[in-house]
């Protein structure tokens, strides 16, 4: 069992940053692959970013590359987010999953476990 909880979410003007972490409980947490997802007021889940487990590779969505950045720190159970340069459109929920498998994760937008989600809001 895994339970993620994301933190780091608030309101941004555009062109400004923000970090997001899921700390993750459990003794297991190196096993797992990470992901965060995004999901904004009307549309579907998207992936947003993942990293195997043990740190590479790394797999992000066109629409964050060269803006975002994923990362983990084994010995904190933790992933982190960094994100740059947001735009309006990156407003949604964020939300960071755990899975066992990497294809799946981001292939089917599929997890093991997820987190309740931290708001990013951007604005222009």
């Known amino acids: 069992q895994v339970q993620l909880v994301e933190s780091g979410g608030g309101l941004v003007q555009a062109g400004g940053s923000l970090r997001l972490s899921c700390a993750a409980s459990?003794?297991?947490?190196?096993?797992?692959?990470m992901g965060w997802f995004r999901q904004a007021p009307g549309k579907e889940r998207e992936f947003v970013a993942a990293?195997?487990?043990?740190?590479?590779?790394?797999r992000y969505a066109d629409s964050v590359k060269g803006r975002f950045t994923i990362s983990r720190d084994n010995a904190k159970n933790t992933v982190y987010l960094q994100m740059n340069s947001l735009k309006p459109e990156d407003t949604a929920v964020y939300y960071c999953?755990?899975?066992?498998?990497?294809?799946?994760?981001?292939?089917?937008?599929?997890?093991?476990?997820w987190g309740q989600g931290t708001q990013v809001t951007v604005s222009s």
């Open positions: 999953a755990a899975s066992e498998s990497w294809f799946v994760m981001w292939t089917r937008l599929e997890a093991d476990y």
């Open positions: 459990g003794r297991t947490f190196s096993r797992y692959h």
């Open positions: 990293i195997n487990w043990s740190g590479r590779p790394t």
